[in-house]
């Protein structure tokens, strides 16, 4: 018995050190008037995305879903008007994994949008595969994607009082490392049909996603738009959907028991998106609605540099 009672509580006391620490809540507080502002929420359609849009739609934002499937945005888009009584809320098609997707989307809008405030860089997976160009979809998806749309929606963004770029990274990027020679070889920056090999694809494009935002302040430094990358938490989403049906068995129970819902997730990217007098903090990584140090091969100049340069000449830009 006695036994038992030792083995609950170090079971008890586990729990609260994950709860307060990998699964820490925190609340974005920010109360800037956002009325009128234009947004765009990449993967908006569901989970992070989805609360994100929820919350910016209720605070007076016109929030663009920029999402592949539309019957989902759809949804989404009903349930946001529900929820807030915002009918300033559309749909405009955009596949990540798609370079002539993410210039007709770019075309699309500027054509039909007059304002640019937010960039939330919010879509990402965890697969094996590759896009529609050829590139290893989680660095397609994850981060090419997303380098274009942004580099593409830049002079729009100048245009505005003040606009913010936000890209999703993850804690992950710690595990995270670049092999050049191999990018630009394989146009892949890992594959494998075993888990931990696009487990470790992950990590290396979310190494991306914050060394693409560090060197995206510095080339935005002198202008009146800043940026930041976020990790939302451990969330119970959609990012494990393509995962084998033996690691959703194992995932599941603690996703139920420790996991973040999507709103709590979405709470350091709205903080980054409306919280007032964090522009000096251009090019940072956030986590808990607060700024986080990185490692130092996280915010290296001359690979953040490279990183810029190969990606437009991947996708096209240079």
């Not at 509580?9 to 307060?20: D, F, G, N, R, S």
């Not at 009325?35 to 609360?51: H, R």
């Not at 999507?262 to 709205?270: E, H, I, N, S």
């Amino acid at each position: 018995m006695f036994h038992l009672i030792i083995a609950a509580a170090l079971i008890a006391a586990l729990y609260v050190v994950l709860v307060e620490t990998l699964f820490k809540k925190s609340k974005c507080k920010g109360t800037a008037d956002m009325t009128g502002k234009t947004a765009i929420i990449t993967g908006g359609n569901t989970g992070i995305g989805k609360a994100t849009a929820l919350d910016l739609a209720g605070r007076g934002v016109r929030v663009i879903l920029a999402c592949r499937n539309q019957k989902k945005a759809e949804a989404a888009i009903n349930d946001i008007k529900e929820a807030t009584g915002s009918n300033d809320i559309l749909f405009m098609k955009l596949d990540l994994g798609s370079l002539k997707s993410v210039r007709a989307f770019t075309a699309n809008f500027l054509k039909s949008e007059s304002r640019l405030d937010l960039l939330i860089n919010n879509a990402g997976l965890v697969a094996d595969g590759q896009t529609e160009d050829g590139f290893g979809i989680e660095f397609g998806v994850n981060h090419l994607g997303h380098f274009l749309l942004t580099c593409l929606l830049l002079d729009r963004l100048k245009e505005s009082p003040a606009a913010r770029v936000i890209t999703l990274s993850s804690m992950a990027h710690r595990w995270g490392k670049i092999d050049f020679d191999s990018l630009i070889a394989t146009k892949d920056l890992g594959s494998g049909r075993y888990s931990w090999q696009f487990f470790q694809a992950y990590c290396n494009s979310k190494l991306c996603n914050t060394l693409f935002t560090h060197e995206l302040a510095k080339r935005l430094k002198g202008t009146n738009v800043t940026c930041y990358s976020v990790h939302p938490g451990v969330v119970k989403t959609e990012l494990s959907r393509h995962v084998s049906l033996w690691q959703k068995v194992f995932i599941e129970p603690v996703a139920r028991l420790l996991f973040l819902d999507p709103k709590t997730g979405a709470q350091t990217t709205l903080h980054c998106a409306v919280q007032e007098g964090i522009e000096h903090f251009s090019g940072r990584y956030f986590s808990c609605c607060a700024v986080e140090e990185v490692s130092a091969k996280a915010k290296d100049d001359a690979v953040a540099k490279k990183l810029w340069e190969v990606s437009e000449q991947l996708s096209g830009l240079s």
